[in-house]
Structure formats: C-alpha cells, structure tokens
C-alpha cells in the first residue's frame, strides 16, 4: 500500500511528506477533532451503550425479526461514495448519482470520516448503511437516503478489529463482516458487527479467529469462503482457502491452492464453480499469479494463473463467462475468459481495448449485480472512476468519468449502491 501511495504521490508531484504516510497515519486524530466542516446531518454520538436504536429489531434482524426497510428498487438511481484521501481535507469522502442509463454525475454532497486511501466501501444491501475500513483500521460507518443525503454515523470507530476489508452480509442488511488481516497473536481475524435501523453500532464480536484472513466471499447457502494462512489458533500450514461456518466458527473443508507460504492475498471473486483469489506479493519466489479452488465438497486446487501483475480487484461476470483483473502498479485492465468444466477453468489474461486511454493506478473497483445495470463496473483511478460493462461473451472499456484535476481529484476507497 505504501509503495502504491509513493507512486501516486510521483505521478502527481503531490507534495506527501512523511507525517502525511498512509502506513501511520498519527495526525489523523488530530484532524477529525479539529475539523469543523463535518456534514451538519453528522451523528457523533458513538458509544455501543448509549446509541442503542429503540427501534432497531435489537440487532437480531438475522434472527428471524423483520428487516429495517424493504430493499429498494433495483431501477433507480443510485449513489457512488469515493474518498479523497489526498485532498486538503484529507478526510473528505464525496458523492456522486448513477442513473438508471450508467452515467455518473457530481453531486454537492461530501461529509468527512478517517482517511481511506484505497478499497472497497461495503453498501449494505439495502444500499442504506455504508461501511468504509479506514487506513487507521477505524471504521467509518454511514447512512445515505433516497435523495443521496448522507449523515455520518461513526467518523472513526475503534472497535476489537483492525479493519483492513469490509464484507456486506448478503442477506442481513444490519451485519457487516470485518477482517482483521494480521496475524493472530494480534486480533487476526473475522469479525460480526451488527448494526440498529440508524446505523448506529450494537455490537462486534469475534466470530473467527484466523491468521492472515485476506477474503471472504459468501456462497449461496450462506457458508463462507475464507482466504487465510490458517483458522482458529492452529499453527500456520499449508491450506489457504478455508470453508467456514461462521456461526460456528466449524472449518468444513480446506484446500492447499498457492505453493509456499510467502503469498499475500488481494482480490478475490467467486466464479460459478470455483473461487479466485490474487497473490500480490512483491518480493515472493513466485509473483503475480492467482489462485484458483474449485468450490466442490470438498475443496478442490485447480491451476493458478501466472502474469497478472498486482491484481488488486477481481470481478466475476455476472453472465459467468469470464473474469476482471484490476492490475494496479501495471495501469491495465485483464479479461480472463472462464470455462467451470474445464481443467483449466481460466484462460490466459487479455488486456482490455481502452476508451480514452488505459487506466493509471487503478485500484477500489465495485459492481452492479442488480437491475438493468447488472454487470456494470466502477473502477477508482487516478482522478476518475472508470466503467467497464459486463455482457454475454464480452468485457468493454467505457472509458474514464473525470473528477477534476490535482490531488483533491484523486480517489481512494469506492463503493456503490446494490
């Protein structure tokens, strides 16, 4: 990440002195307590105790009680929220309306969380509650309404986790689920944080313990599919895709896909039959691959695929044909055609036809799964989010949305409405 931050900082010879490393971060504190230009809807009233919902279903909407809202209709427009994070104000996080035809426009609308220099921001799926893992492993939580009206619940929770990824509970609206991507003697693990019907926090508890959790990705019954160096407080070993019940905590099975132990996880989708992960370590024996397991029961290794450089984002085509590899430090975009009853389920990575020139630095890429924008990806560049469609048979280049110029135009964490 800091590497990724220092070649940003050269592209825009943006002034980034050592007090401004997103590896530290110490004057962050500093900054959101003297910062005066919070969103006035700001709700900064963050005690678990004391900002209970009365009206929430007492955070138990998984446990059989109504849903807070009902889901909205997937034709309409929908709101993007990028961060800033090398802006004057930093820990500026902006606004922008996705109508119903794909197009991306400004909106006026920007609050202020921690700083979120790179990732993803998980929507519930409501698309009520934003969850955004900040560089501080604080998590800025907030709510956006119809009108794209945003009221910024938590600016920097400091919670049991030390949020590096935020996953979305795909059939609870109210549950997020955090990985704490460090080893396990500190905190290493998945943890369930559970939401009211305002946004506020009711609860985070440690569901599994795990050493190195770098993914997750939920199949259709609900089980988890845990990229790690090991669950629990075994010893680090050879398995590195993890089946998991996380109500349990139970490993129902494991599989070895990635040789030697000095891989680093990235991206990762699940594919129709299998799940992929990305390997972005720079200085391994072996770099730039991705792993492939086939999700049958039990786990099966399939062959990785070598030469995609630091794919930091993976998006599975909802039409189940093919896969996106975001290459960040390689300024590409990989088409990787994909075959579930082939031994080699992926094809050789292809670099996309770009539309007003290839991308540079890409990173946070969110997609679209519901509606008639379904396949429609948004991918955070420099000074731009870039839209790349799904079809049948076909990955396309839209092109760049521009968001300005200089270093306030440069976005980190995205995130998207379902």
Same mark, same amino acid.
């Given at each position: 990440?800091?590497?990724?931050?220092?070649?940003?900082?050269?592209?825009?010879?943006?002034?980034?002195?050592?007090?401004?490393?997103?590896?530290?971060?110490?004057?962050?504190?500093?900054?959101?307590?003297?910062?005066?230009?919070?969103?006035?809807?700001?709700?900064?009233?963050?005690?678990?105790?004391?900002?209970?919902?009365?009206?929430?279903?007492?955070?138990?909407? &998984?446990?059989?009680?109504?849903?807070?809202?009902?889901?909205?209709?997937?034709?309409?427009?929908?709101?993007?929220?990028?961060?800033?994070?090398?802006?004057?104000?930093?820990?500026?996080?902006?606004?922008?309306?996705?109508?119903?035809?794909?197009?991306?426009?400004?909106?006026?609308?920007?609050?202020?969380?921690?700083?979120?220099? &790179?990732?993803?921001?998980? %929507?519930?799926?409501?698309?009520?509650?934003?969850?955004?893992?900040?560089?501080?492993?604080? =998590?800025?939580?907030?709510?956006?309404?119809?009108?794209?009206?945003?009221?910024?619940?938590?600016?920097?929770?400091?919670?049991?986790?030390?949020?590096?990824?935020?996953?979305?509970?795909?059939?609870?609206?109210?549950?997020?689920?955090? =990985?704490?991507?460090?080893?396990?003697?500190?905190?290493?693990?998945?943890?369930?944080?559970?939401?009211?019907?305002?946004?506020?926090?009711?609860?985070?508890?440690?569901?599994?313990?795990?050493?190195?959790?770098?993914?997750?990705?939920?199949?259709?019954?609900?089980?988890?599919?845990?990229?790690?160096?090991?669950?629990?407080?075994?010893?680090?070993?050879?398995?590195?895709?993890?089946?998991?019940?996380?109500?349990?905590?139970?490993?129902?099975?494991?599989?070895?896909?990635?040789?030697?132990?000095?891989?680093?996880?990235?991206?990762?989708?699940?594919?129709?039959?299998?799940?992929?992960?990305?390997?972005?370590?720079?200085?391994?024996?072996?770099?730039?691959?991705?792993?492939?397991?086939?999700?049958?029961?039990?786990?099966?290794?399939?062959?990785?695929?070598?030469?995609?450089?630091?794919?930091?984002?993976?998006?599975?085509?909802?039409?189940?044909?093919?896969?996106?590899?975001?290459?960040?430090?390689?300024?590409? =975009? %990989?088409?990787?055609?994909?075959?579930?009853?082939?031994?080699?389920?992926?094809?050789?990575?292809?670099?996309?036809?770009?539309?007003?020139?290839?991308?540079?630095?890409?990173?946070?890429?969110?997609?679209?799964?519901?509606?008639?924008?379904?396949?429609?990806?948004?991918?955070?560049?420099?000074?731009?989010?870039?839209?790349?469609?799904?079809?049948?048979?076909?990955?396309?280049?839209?092109?760049?949305?521009?968001?300005?110029?200089?270093?306030?135009?440069?976005?980190?964490?995205?995130?998207?409405?379902?």
């Amino acid at each position: 990440m800091l590497v990724r931050w220092l070649a940003l900082c050269a592209l825009l010879l943006v002034a980034c002195g050592d007090d401004d490393a997103p590896a530290s971060d110490a004057g962050l504190d500093a900054t959101l307590a003297s910062d005066a230009t919070v969103d006035a809807t700001a709700d900064t009233d963050t005690s678990d105790a004391d900002t209970r919902d009365a009206s929430a279903p007492d955070a138990e909407s &998984d446990a059989g009680t109504a849903p807070c809202r009902p889901l909205p209709d997937a034709e309409r427009t929908r709101y993007v929220v990028v961060s800033h994070p090398f802006a004057e104000d930093r820990t500026r996080y902006s606004v922008h309306a996705l109508s119903t035809t794909g197009e991306l426009t400004a909106t006026d609308t920007t609050f202020s969380m921690g700083r979120a220099f &790179d990732g993803e921001i998980a %929507f519930s799926r409501d698309g009520f509650f934003g969850v955004a893992p900040q560089d501080d492993g604080t =998590l800025g939580i907030f709510t956006i309404d119809e009108a794209g009206a945003a009221t910024v619940r938590e600016r920097g929770r400091t919670g049991e986790a030390y949020a590096a990824r935020v996953v979305a509970d795909p059939n609870d609206a109210q549950v997020f689920w955090i =990985l704490d991507s460090q080893v396990r003697t500190n905190g290493g693990g998945v943890y369930r944080l559970v939401l009211t019907c305002e946004g506020r926090v009711a609860s985070e508890t440690l569901a599994l313990a795990a050493e190195l959790p770098y993914g997750l990705v939920f199949e259709d019954d609900g089980v988890a599919l845990v990229v790690a160096k090991a669950i629990g407080d075994e010893a680090r070993g050879d398995d590195d895709v993890f089946r998991v019940d996380l109500t349990t905590g139970e490993v129902e099975s494991r599989v070895d896909v990635l040789e030697g132990d000095d891989w680093i996880g990235a991206g990762i989708a699940r594919a129709t039959e299998h799940v992929i992960f990305s390997d972005n370590a720079g200085f391994a024996d072996v770099t730039n691959r991705l792993g492939v397991a086939r999700t049958s029961r039990p786990l099966a290794s399939a062959p990785e695929v070598a030469d995609v450089e630091d794919a930091v984002a993976l998006v599975f085509s909802p039409f189940g044909d093919r896969l996106l590899a975001v290459s960040g430090f390689g300024d590409a =975009l %990989f088409s990787l055609a994909y075959d579930a009853r082939s031994a080699t389920p992926l094809g050789a990575p292809t670099a996309l036809t770009y539309v007003g020139g290839r991308p540079q630095l890409p990173g946070g890429t969110v997609a679209i799964t519901r509606g008639s924008l379904t396949g429609l990806v948004l991918v955070a560049e420099n000074q731009a989010i870039r839209r790349v469609r799904f079809d049948e048979g076909a990955l396309t280049d839209l092109g760049p949305t521009s968001l300005g110029e200089g270093s306030d135009a440069i976005p980190g964490a995205i995130g998207v409405q379902p």
